[in-house]
């Protein structure tokens, strides 16, 4: 082999082998203009091609409508926990919060310092491994929005619908199982996600965001989180992270050539039926927690009956070229994080290696 390993980390994770050949084949002179996109100016022509090309593949494969606005901006998902409630909140607002795991924790936490909002329902007594069902849900009357996180990376609970607020608009944190699958972007009044699980680096994220949402932002908002300085600017108010966004440009053209997120998401269903079969099927020497219906396709937490052997499973794969494998250090046990970029090879080794070490030690 080439040297690379199958890196399962769930993120900065890994990303597709041929875009980092393409990225290396262009790092010296890109197309020509004599130096690396890391060197060029962020308002020269040449980056100009090159965060347009990413805005418009990004609007393609998500089928993204006119009237939102696609934003590339610094700070991780983090700082967009706080940049919402600014943007779409006065300090007294109401909004409610479904909190399925530790992301969409943090998310409400950091809300509470800029508006009113309201854990609606929570899995935490039940340890993150559920999604509620819709229809019992009681949303306050007058909530600006109700905030969800898609996908929970740590607890590996992914939504596979979607509920329609009664009152405001529907967010999502997008942040691990962005451009999975195909999303109706229509039913969300704002989408964000960091790029580094599925499309690209750390160090850039990406805001989907209705335009009429858009310049209402509280007035101690700071110019770096207010959406309105960066859809006025097209991303370019200040120096973006115009790397990032290059390395996902690449991703996205790569996603598009593949077919488009409806066949990324069949792939990723083969990837992810593969290994929960695998966990299902071993008799309880391998467990995942997550209730079935709501498993993610993206991040996959499971353990070991005989949880002493965790240790050497981990140490084990590691020699086989399988790293990152140590699941979160809230919850422990395994995780393996199979994003877009993550080959089928890849799982159909670690199963073939699962199987192996559970004949070993059953
Ligand atoms: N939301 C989710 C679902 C995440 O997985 C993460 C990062 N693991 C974050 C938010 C925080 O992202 P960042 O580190 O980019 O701030």
Known sequence: ?????????????????????????????????????????????????????????????????????????????????????????????????????????????????????????????????????????????????????????IHGVEFKDYPTPKNGL??????????????????FGLIYAGAQKNVGPSGVTIVIVRKDLIGNAQGITPVMLDYKIHADNNSLYNTPPCFCIYMCGLVFEDLLAQGGLEEVEKKNKKKADLLYNAIDESNGFFRCPVEKSVRSLMNVPFTLEKSDLETEFIKEAAKEKMVALKGHRSVGGMRASIYNAMPLAGVEQLVAFMKDFQARHA
């Open 1 to 153: 082999t080439d040297g690379r390993v199958f890196n399962f980390a769930a993120g900065p994770a890994t990303l597709p082998a041929h875009v980092i050949k393409k990225a290396q084949g262009e790092l010296y002179d890109w197309h020509g203009s004599g130096m690396s996109v890391m060197e060029m100016s962020h308002r020269g022509k040449e980056f100009l091609s090159i965060i347009q090309k990413a805005e418009s593949d990004l609007r393609a494969l998500l089928n993204i409508p006119e009237d939102y606005a696609v934003l590339f901006l610094q700070g991780g998902a983090t700082t967009q926990f706080a940049a919402i409630p600014l943007n779409l909140c006065e300090r007294d607002d109401s909004v409610d919060y479904l909190v399925t795991g530790s992301w969409g924790d943090k998310a409400f936490k950091e809300a509470q310092k800029f508006c009113k909002p309201k854990v609606i329902w929570s899995g935490k007594s039940e340890k993150y491994t559920k999604i509620p069902s819709f229809h019992g849900l009681e949303q306050s009357p007058d909530a600006k929005y109700l905030h969800i996180c898609a996908n929970e990376t």
């Open 170 to 187: 529907l967010i999502a944190d997008m942040s691990s199982n962005f451009c999975s699958k195909p999303v109706d972007v229509t039913k």
